[in-house]
């Protein structure tokens, strides 16, 4: 009697996964009957059988969802006698798993020893030590991924290093450890999968905090996923063990009933917006009042009290054909003292290879511009002999250190820009490569060069005085350069390199 082509798959599917059933089932086996073992050894077999059955998940899942498609075709076509036999055999599966305590699709397993890592990152007893550098980065190349939602959980240990007496007097220890999970690609949706974490500080070194990061949803298969630090860890000591991808499962969540005399989204506004509008009056009227004081204890400072004042009056003055424009923009409309730049808005970031941390191409309203940032300098992506390096004589730094900020300000600017809408203050001259200065403002977080500046990753490149424009440009220029002394006090990005001596 000839066999149905279901069955021949059957027969197939069932001789490549006995193999994985006798091996995890001798195994199990050998575990349960080694209780008086020495702990090493136990340990050991333990982790042996946890990198078995996560590593042989991804095949399962694709085995498994191959299994129940062909359940649901047999069953419609009323071939139930064979529906029954793939139904066993997923049952099978089930069981093989259900012995060691873990349902299949758990996981995939981020091995230390299978990731390609950089700076100061290294591998002991399974487990990322290291981070001392913030150009530190641990990287798995062509991951193979079933498509889907995933958590990224690892166990995390942050504690004191045993300091030196010069690590203890150039490098004060961290309250806590941040860090950065994200696809390495350029592709339509990567960076949306870029997550940011923190590990708070434990009791001890042998004291590890379990860590939940996501969901992170991937689209395509294999990808390349990177961990890298926000900054150096010179005086801690940093542990990062079981990494792996969860994945996460859907669930239906039922919404609870309004009651029926509910306001509307409309009235909620509305009630909020008044409450705002009293509390900024008086809040103004005070403000108002000081600046008149101001003006008349002060001479020399009246001009500025007066354009502080009436730039409070305009900032009240609602523009009715923007109702929804966002305050950020308003002030910038009406500060007064923008005149010196071409003002755009809903400009999108291009990557491509012109892509550094402080240059890149934008696209607005069809016209692409290549663009600078104006008052601060990343690092070059590359070093060359004998050159001069203002970026590393900035910091105090080595040389050969300056490429690897200067990628890490590349990665960080395509990461935090890309598919966001930005506001543009261009300024009319053009550099000899083409590039126009500018401004880059974000309606949620204001101006890009302090974010930059912030982390580390630039240069603070203060123009003269007399080239300042007004207060407004007196104002982001002071703004700029306080942001950058407290980078120094925290030892971000570049500034954890530094070779100053104390």
């Given amino acids: 009697m000839s066999l149905s082509l279901y069955s021949l798959s059957l027969i197939t599917a069932n001789r490549i996964f006995f193999v994985l059933s006798c091996s995890i089932g001798l195994l199990l086996a050998s575990y349960a009957v080694a209780a008086a073992e020495s702990p090493a050894l136990k340990a050991t077999k333990t982790q042996f059988l946890k990198t078995l059955l996560t590593e042989s998940q991804v095949l399962t899942d694709q085995y498994v969802r191959a299994l129940t498609k062909l359940e649901l075709e047999l069953a419609a076509s009323s071939d139930y006698e064979e529906a029954q036999l793939v139904q066993q055999r997923r049952e099978e599966l089930k069981a093989i798993f259900s012995q060691s305590g873990s349902a299949p699709i758990q996981g995939i397993l981020l091995s230390p020893d299978k990731a390609k890592l950089s700076g100061t990152a290294e591998v002991r007893d399974n487990t990322l030590i290291g981070w001392r550098s913030a150009n530190s980065l641990a990287e798995w190349q062509s991951l193979r991924i079933t498509p889907g939602s995933y958590f990224l959980e690892l166990e995390a240990n942050l504690s004191l290093l045993a300091s030196t007496t010069t690590t203890a007097s150039r490098f004060p220890p961290q309250e806590k450890a941040s860090f950065s999970f994200y696809e390495l690609s350029l592709l339509p949706g990567a960076q949306e999968n870029r997550r940011s974490?923190?590990?708070?500080?434990?009791?001890?070194?042998?004291?590890?905090?379990?860590?939940?990061?996501?969901?992170?949803?991937?689209?395509?298969?294999?990808?390349?996923?990177?961990?890298?630090?926000?900054?150096?860890?010179?005086?801690?000591?940093?542990?990062?063990?079981?990494?792996?991808?969860?994945?996460?499962?859907?669930?239906?969540i039922q919404a609870a009933s309004l009651p029926e005399?509910?306001?509307?989204?409309?009235?909620?506004?509305?009630?909020?917006?008044?409450?705002?509008?009293?509390?900024?009056?008086?809040?103004?009227?005070?403000?108002?009042?000081?600046?008149?004081?101001?003006?008349?204890?002060?001479?020399?400072?009246?001009?500025?009290?007066?354009?502080?004042?009436?730039?409070?009056?305009?900032?009240?003055?609602?523009?009715p054909s923007k109702p929804n424009e966002n305050?950020?923009?308003?002030?910038?409309?009406?500060?007064?003292?923008?005149?010196?730049?071409?003002?755009?808005?809903?400009?999108?970031?291009?990557?491509?290879?012109?892509?550094?941390?402080?240059?890149f191409r934008v696209e607005h309203q069809g016209e692409k511009l290549l663009i600078r940032l104006l008052w601060v300098q990343c690092a070059p992506l590359e070093s060359k002999p004998k050159q001069d390096n203002p970026f590393a004589k900035h910091f105090s730094i080595d040389p050969d250190d300056a490429p690897a900020m200067g990628r890490?300000?590349?990665?960080?600017?395509?990461?935090?820009?890309?598919?966001?809408?930005?506001?543009?203050?261009?300024?009319?001259?053009?550099?000899?490569?083409?590039?126009?200065?500018?401004?880059?403002?974000?309606?949620?977080?204001?101006?890009?060069?302090?974010?930059?500046?912030?982390?580390?990753?630039?240069?603070?490149?203060?123009?003269?005085?007399?080239?300042?424009?007004?207060?407004?440009?007196?104002?982001?220029?002071?703004?700029?350069?306080?942001?950058?002394?407290?980078?120094?006090?925290?030892?971000?990005?570049?500034?954890?390199?530094?070779?100053?001596?104390?």
């Fill in 327 to 359: 305050l950020l923009y308003r002030m910038l409309d009406r500060l007064g003292n923008t005149a010196g730049f071409e003002d755009l808005e809903n400009a999108r970031l291009i990557s491509d290879d012109q892509l550094t941390g402080d240059h």
């Fill in 261 to 319: 005399d509910r306001d509307t989204l409309d009235q909620a506004k509305s009630r909020l917006a008044t409450e705002l509008a009293r509390a900024q009056k008086s809040a103004l009227a005070s403000y108002v009042a000081k600046l008149s004081e101001i003006a008349a204890a002060s001479p020399e400072l009246k001009e500025v009290s007066v354009m502080e004042t009436k730039r409070l009056q305009n900032l009240q003055q609602k523009d």
């Fill in 408 to 502: 890490s300000a590349r990665d960080f600017t395509l990461g935090y820009l890309d598919g966001k809408p930005l506001r543009l203050l261009l300024r009319p001259n053009v550099d000899k490569d083409g590039s126009r200065p500018a401004l880059v403002f974000l309606s949620d977080v204001g101006l890009y060069q302090n974010i930059l500046v912030d982390h580390g990753l630039a240069a603070v490149r203060a123009p003269m005085k007399d080239d300042l424009r007004g207060t407004v440009e007196k104002g982001l220029i002071s703004n700029l350069l306080d942001r950058e002394a407290d980078a120094k006090k925290r030892k971000s990005g570049a500034w954890a390199l530094n070779e100053e001596k104390p």
């Fill in 197 to 252: 974490f923190d590990i708070p500080m434990n009791a001890d070194e042998n004291s590890f905090s379990p860590v939940r990061i996501g969901p992170i949803s991937f689209t395509r298969s294999p990808v390349t996923l990177r961990l890298v630090p926000a900054t150096g860890y010179p005086a801690n000591q940093l542990q990062l063990r079981n990494i792996q991808l969860i994945a996460a499962k859907e669930s239906s």
